[in-house]
């Protein structure tokens, strides 16, 4: 195998090792301990979950009729 | 206690964007304008595939260089400065401390451009390196490689002093495409592949790798991102969402050999490759499957707003681009379409239905907070969509299209070669026109963009929530 060959190979897998590296740091560093939670991270006080942004062409701010948004119980695969 | 606690203070998210407002808006308008000189390129080349005659007088202005040239502008100038000028943004607000290293970043933004403007000469000049997405002369890759390490440096330094404890899922894409990117930019400017096989490894270990590990993080963040933001409500199921992350971080990076198919490389490389390719449908599916859990029923809400307008037809786009990467992949599929128009169309809806567009609707969101400032106009923004949307459906589906028939005549022993070419040639000529209607989306967007940044707008003293802007207005 050349040199070149030789270095793509192990680039790549640097890129998976590092990959790697970087989910067993997350698993050990809490990352995954409460992860329903971390749906809600683009939200703060400012800017709540709740309230749309953006709704530039239309009046309407209020959440979906059909599905509207009540609280973090149905924030990750339990919503219907 | 949150990293960072005792280093910063705790920050606003309108704070956050005013110290972001310079860097990102250097960024953003930098890529724009390199959006409108790549748009410009493009026209001239996609008409010169049915005119050829055309400016052939000029070396400078033959195919063989404006066609690398708008490749290498929209890759390098437009997608990756605007493209980590939203990345800064994104990653400011979602680990809630300003973007660091804020001058030199400015300063790799002035190289990178000074970078961009000598390369451009070189390939106009026939100095092009002839490696596709790698025409740029190895100095011009080596500026904007080290600049992007700079911009790395500041996100590591920013997830250091983080103030938030988990990590959002954009979050995890964003440092990941900082980590992957130089490395891949490092890599393909080694002096070591001097052999046209392994130099034809290399192009497409870097090429599809900097889609799919540069430019797909980044539009996947920001996906992850604007969608929840702006219907209110958070993504249907985050773990998914995670899955569908580690998924492209295993699974993407043998992609790329699958360009090789019936090349003279070894046949282990291309089969991973063709395997790594079908094991991409997972995360894809996975992605997929969340973006539209969370917007079903929030259709009006899409529509009313101009950045869900663009990056739900982005995020469908990456859905569409990727399975059919997928299947392209496969030895039975590729042998047909292989040095097809079809795969011109396939690159185009991943950089521009999917990338360009996320782009163009995470600047709708950003630029009024960083700016303070409203659109000129809404009718506007509507034109830049339906052009623009419009422009690359006629696009991949006129090129797609004739690409299948195309692949069939030219593995027909019987079909004379030229048939294969005159064939295309209607269909050519729709991709011109499809390419005026882009070229005119572009204008207005950089017409918007040009009056929110230098003219004197409306100021409202929140500029967080559209609808509080539009009742300021209206008092």
Redesign the interface.
């Given at each position: 195998m050349s040199t070149g060959a030789l270095i793509l190979v192990l680039s790549s897998l640097l890129i998976i090792g590092g990959g790697l590296a970087l989910f067993l740091w997350a698993f050990f560093n809490g990352q995954f301990d409460q992860i329903q939670k971390g749906s809600m991270l683009p939200f703060n006080e400012e800017e709540p979950a709740g309230k749309r942004t953006d709704q530039i062409f239309g009046d309407d701010d209020t959440l979906s009729e059909k599905e509207p948004y009540k609280g973090e119980e149905k924030t990750c695969g339990s919503r219907k | 206690m949150d990293p960072g606690s005792k280093q910063s203070p705790e920050y606003?998210?309108?704070e956050l964007d005013r110290k972001a407002r310079f860097v990102v808006l250097f960024l953003i308008m930098s890529g724009v304008f390199w959006l409108l000189f790549g748009t410009l390129l493009a026209l001239v080349a996609s008409l010169k595939m049915h005119m050829p005659d055309w400016l052939a007088a000029s070396g400078w202005l033959t195919f063989g260089r404006v066609r690398p040239l708008h490749l290498n502008t929209m890759v390098y100038g437009w997608a990756s400065l605007t493209g980590a000028g939203v990345a800064l943004w994104l990653l400011s607000?979602?680990l809630k401390v300003p973007v660091m290293l804020r001058g030199y970043i400015i300063l790799a933004g002035v190289l990178w451009n000074i970078a961009l403007v000598v390369g451009s000469i070189q390939i106009l000049a026939g100095g092009s390196r002839g490696i596709e997405w790698l025409e740029f002369p190895v100095s011009t890759m080596v500026v904007i490689v080290l600049c992007v390490i700079i911009m790395s440096a500041s996100v590591l330094m920013m997830l250091a002093m983080r103030r938030?404890?988990?990590?959002?899922?954009?979050v995890?894409y964003l440092?990941?495409a900082f980590?992957?990117f130089p490395?891949l930019g490092l890599?393909s400017s080694?002096p070591?592949?001097?052999?046209p096989t392994?130099?034809a490894?290399?192009n497409w270990?870097y090429a599809h790798?900097a889609l799919g590990?540069w430019f797909t993080p980044i539009g996947l963040a920001a996906a992850y991102?604007f969608i929840?933001?702006?219907?209110?409500?958070?993504?249907?199921?985050?773990?998914?969402?995670?899955l569908g992350f580690?998924g492209l971080?295993?699974f993407y990076?043998?992609n790329g050999f699958h360009h090789l198919i019936g090349g003279p490389v070894p046949t282990w490389f291309v089969t991973i490759s063709i395997s790594a390719s079908v094991m991409m449908v997972i995360p894809v599916v996975v992605v997929a499957v969340n973006h539209h859990?969370t917007v079903?029923?929030?259709f009006?809400?899409v529509?009313?707003?101009?950045?869900?307008r663009f990056v739900v037809f982005a995020a469908m786009s990456y859905t569409f681009v990727s399975l059919q990467g997928s299947m392209q992949a496969l030895r039975s599929v590729n042998e047909v379409i292989h040095f097809t128009h079809f795969v011109v169309a396939h690159a185009h809806i991943g950089m521009y239905a999917f990338v360009t567009m996320m782009l163009f609707g995470a600047c709708?969101?950003i630029i009024p907070r960083v700016t303070m400032r409203e659109?000129h106009s809404?009718s506007l923004?509507?034109w830049h969509f339906w052009l623009t949307a419009i422009g690359v459906i006629i696009y991949a589906v006129a090129l797609q299209g004739i690409g299948v028939f195309q692949g069939f005549a030219m593995i027909d022993p019987d079909v004379p070669f030229t048939d294969t070419v005159t064939m295309t040639v209607p269909y050519l000529v729709a991709r011109s026109v499809s390419g005026i209607l882009m070229a005119a989306g572009h204008l207005i967007f950089t017409w918007l963009m040009f009056r929110m940044v230098w003219r004197p707008g409306e100021q409202p003293a929140t500029p967080?929530?559209?609808?509080k802007i539009?009742e300021e207005f209206a008092s």
């Open positions: - | 606003s998210v309108s607000r979602l938030v404890k988990q990590l959002y899922v954009s995890w440092i990941a980590l992957w490395l890599v080694l070591i592949f001097d052999t392994v130099q490894g290399m270990w790798n590990l991102y929840p933001k702006v219907l209110g409500r958070p993504i249907y199921s985050y773990g998914l969402s995670l580690w971080a295993l990076n043998w859990m079903v029923g929030s009006r809400a529509v009313n707003s101009p950045t869900l709708y969101y659109w809404k923004i509507k967080l929530v559209w609808n539009k």
